[in-house]
């Protein structure tokens, strides 16, 4: 368990010298490159493996910028999808006062919103236009709170809201974290209730190991959609996605 924390620590400064000395003489693609081997490594490290149900190669074969939507449980999502397609996160403003992975977020240019802020929501929505603007892709978790994977709440219309101003196409994806020897729900990834990032990290380190399961559903055009129907089309993709995960 030692050498777990020791090699995660040193994945922290590694992160730290790439954002801050590496990044800046680094292109685009080289940027979205780098955090995606450290996503990757990082989930070696804690013991989660990424198993795909279906293949993602359409999401990184691309050539225009994608809004990755999902169903949220847990911070490690984030992980996740960065492995699948680099992109530029929403995330509650509370990251950003975690310990080590708060730095992180905001040098890696995490866009934050506070949910219950109509002001701050506008300013998101700008900010995640923005980076769809300059060929990033976005990601985001539009239920605005997590679970423990097995149900999909109601997303969030915001989101969606640069996708349709900037012609965005829609990617959902489902995720499930099992227990790889049983196949069975595995709650040990799952931020909920009470339980802060601290106690989370160790609870997933501690694990004998952790599969999370993504399938990904077919991209959605925003064309003829306002902000609510994209949004209501997007959640029943996850959650069919899901419901193929948990059958």
């Excluded at 984030?78 to 992180?104: D, M, N, R, Y």
């Excluded at 609870?203 to 306002?226: F, N, R, W």
Aim: aromatic fraction near 8%; hydrophobic fraction near 45%; include cysteine.
């Amino acid at each position: 368990m030692l050498i777990k924390y020791l090699r995660l620590l040193h994945a922290f400064g590694r992160a730290f010298w790439i954002l801050w000395i590496k990044f800046p003489k680094l292109s685009k693609d080289r940027k979205l490159q780098e955090i995606q081997n450290w996503s990757q490594k990082t989930l070696d490290i804690i013991g989660i493996e990424v198993v795909h149900e279906t293949t993602c190669a359409h999401i990184k074969n691309a050539d225009t910028p994608l809004l990755l939507v999902a169903n949220h449980v847990s911070w490690v999502d984030a992980l996740i999808i960065q492995t699948i397609q680099p992109s530029i996160f929403v995330a509650k403003s509370e990251v950003k006062h975690w310990p080590v992975v708060g730095s992180i977020a905001k040098a890696c240019g995490v866009v934050f919103v506070d949910r219950g802020s109509p002001s701050s929501a506008r300013r998101m929505v700008d900010d995640v236009s923005s980076a769809l603007h300059h060929g990033y892709s976005v990601a985001g978790f539009p239920e605005g709170t997590s679970s423990e994977g097995s149900t999909v709440s109601l997303f969030h219309a915001n989101l969606f809201e640069a996708a349709i101003n900037h012609h965005i196409q829609v990617q959902p994806l489902a995720i499930r974290y099992t227990n790889p020897q049983t196949g069975a729900l595995c709650l040990k990834a799952a931020f909920i209730g009470d339980i802060g990032f601290i106690q989370s990290l160790h609870q997933v380190m501690a694990s004998s190991g952790i599969h999370a399961k993504v399938h990904a559903g077919d991209m959605l055009s925003p064309e003829g959609h306002s902000r609510r129907t994209l949004a209501h089309l997007s959640h029943r993709s996850v959650s069919s996605q899901l419901e193929l995960l948990n059958a």
